[in-house]
């Protein structure tokens, strides 16, 4: 699988990438291509596999991103703390560099973004708001495109729910949600959706209810056909909040789903599940 359908595939609207493709990528750039498609769909070993080596290459951009990816599929099983090394890490090796603009954010302004924007995800995570916000606004000084912009609009959204203020997460959610519709990007469309339907809730007006509704709705069903596993169950557990008449359904599938996430998963993202508050345990 070349260069462009990997694209596709990862921050596009392309085919869902055969597992295959970790043993048959080619360039490094497509082995970084690769273990995003691969974490998406939750073959979190698969993916690790490829970047632990991409982390220790000499291209520090490719590095960089690759250690930035590994940090984003700690932190969606719970391991902010391990995150956090991995995301320092990875600004680490970008700090310096200055590439030429790639349309994707796979270039040295996109890498620190993506450095400072898991930093500030995962300082959140760890109680410490005030330098979430700082991060933040270091990750969009850097001008680092659409991705950045939709990354930064999740953080932006997660800091002001942590904060208590429900109406201020709404505007940079639905920023999120308008540029990953505007590119295409399927991925970041049903992450984008689950993340403004948590903030409509928070906010708290009469009609968003049922907004919030068709928002968890369409990303489930988005990502049960494209079989984005790693967004399948955050969407379901928030379908199950939003609709207490069948909660035991949706949680009963947030179960299956795990049990097959941690199973295509390295020993150290089922450690990290294992010990995180926000991972559900299946069959716990």
């Not at 250690?67 to 902010?80: D, E, I, K, N, V």
Request: glycine share 10%; net charge positive; charged share 25%.
């Amino acid at each position: 699988m070349h260069e462009p359908a990997l694209r596709a595939a990862a921050f596009g609207s392309g085919s869902r990438t055969d597992p295959a493709v970790a043993r048959g990528a080619g360039s490094p750039r497509e082995r970084l291509l690769a273990a995003v498609v691969l974490g998406a769909q939750g073959r979190y070993a698969a993916a690790a596999a490829l970047l632990d080596v991409l982390r220790r290459g000499r291209d520090p951009l490719l590095a960089s991103l690759a250690a930035s990816t590994l940090a984003s599929h700690r932190r969606q099983l719970g391991g902010h703390r391990r995150a956090r090394a991995l995301d320092g890490e990875a600004f680490a090796k970008a700090a310096d560099l200055d590439t030429g603009p790639d349309p994707d954010g796979l270039d040295a302004a996109g890498a620190r973004a993506d450095a400072l924007l898991g930093l500030a995800a995962d300082n959140l995570a760890l109680g410490r708001l005030g330098a979430a916000r700082r991060l933040a606004r270091r990750a969009a000084a850097e001008d680092a495109g659409w991705r950045a912009t939709v990354r930064g609009g999740w953080v932006g959204a997660e800091i002001e729910l942590a904060a208590g203020q429900g109406a201020a997460a709404v505007p940079p959610a639905e920023r999120a949600l308008e540029t990953a519709l505007a590119r295409g990007a399927r991925r970041h469309t049903v992450k984008s959706r689950i993340v403004l339907a948590v903030a409509l809730r928070a906010a708290g007006a009469p009609d968003h209810r049922q907004i919030s509704d068709d928002l968890v709705g369409n990303a489930m069903a988005t990502a049960e056909e494209c079989e984005l596993l790693s967004l399948l169950w955050p969407a379901a557990l928030v379908a199950a909040d939003l609709r207490p008449g069948h909660a035991e359904e949706y949680r009963f599938r947030v179960a299956q789903v795990l049990h097959a996430v941690l199973r295509s998963a390295d020993p150290c993202g089922r450690r990290v599940a294992g010990e995180s508050p926000w991972v559900p345990v299946p069959g716990g």
